[in-house]
């Protein structure tokens, strides 16, 4: 990914773009904290995609690398679907998440698209474990006048050298 300088706000526009941008990630691991699966969909685009890229290749390329998870919007709904049923083992009874969103940083790519800059933490608590996902969202959202800001990209790099002791990501990051 191209490296681009991002300003620090110093307008009244830009301040209330950087507070928008923050209320939108706040609802977006609200809803993912709270297990409103189909609600969380409704934010990505038609063809909006999911993206984990491997531990080991965290600038990897979705076209030529291997990813841990890289869903179209069609396998994204597979994979929620999958998620809500009992018998999706690794998620039932589903485990209870909290994320922590910090750094938010945005940048107006003209036409009412977005780049999108944070980090997270991903903490997962399910049969007495606590496993921490730590990395950075690297997003592009579009603005829609109706729903406010949609994903077209929605790309969660770890920043886990293994996912150990954990093993698997079974929720969605």
């Known amino acids: 990914?191209?490296?681009?300088?991002?300003?620090?706000?110093?307008?009244?526009?830009?301040?209330a773009l950087h507070h928008e941008v923050e209320q939108f990630?706040?609802?977006?691991?609200?809803?993912?904290?709270?297990?409103?699966?189909?609600?969380w969909l409704e934010l990505f685009l038609p063809e909006g995609v999911y993206l984990v890229p491997a531990t080991d290749k965290p600038d990897g390329d979705p076209g030529r690398d291997?990813?841990?998870v890289q869903d179209d919007r069609f396998l994204l709904e597979q994979r929620l679907n999958s998620l809500m049923k009992r018998s999706a083992h690794a998620e039932y009874p589903h485990s209870r998440t909290r994320r922590m969103?910090?750094?938010?940083?945005?940048?107006?790519?003209?036409?009412?698209?977005?780049?999108?800059?944070?980090?997270?933490t991903v903490q997962r608590i399910r049969n007495g474990v606590l496993d921490t996902y730590v990395g950075h969202y690297e997003h592009v959202v579009v603005r829609?006048?109706?729903k406010g800001f949609?994903?077209?990209?929605?790309?969660?790099v770890l920043d886990l050298d293994a996912l150990r002791p954990h093993g698997k990501v079974s929720i969605i990051l």
């Open 150 to 156: 949609l994903f077209r990209t929605r790309r969660c």
């Open 101 to 120: 969103v910090t750094n938010v940083r945005a940048t107006d790519l003209g036409d009412g698209t977005l780049d999108i800059r944070a980090n997270f």
């Open 1 to 15: 990914m191209e490296t681009q300088t991002v300003q620090r706000p110093t307008s009244a526009d830009s301040l």
């Open 25 to 39: 990630l706040y609802r977006e691991a609200d809803l993912l904290d709270t297990w409103r699966l189909p609600e």
């Open 66 to 68: 291997l990813f841990m």
């Open 144 to 146: 829609d006048d109706d």
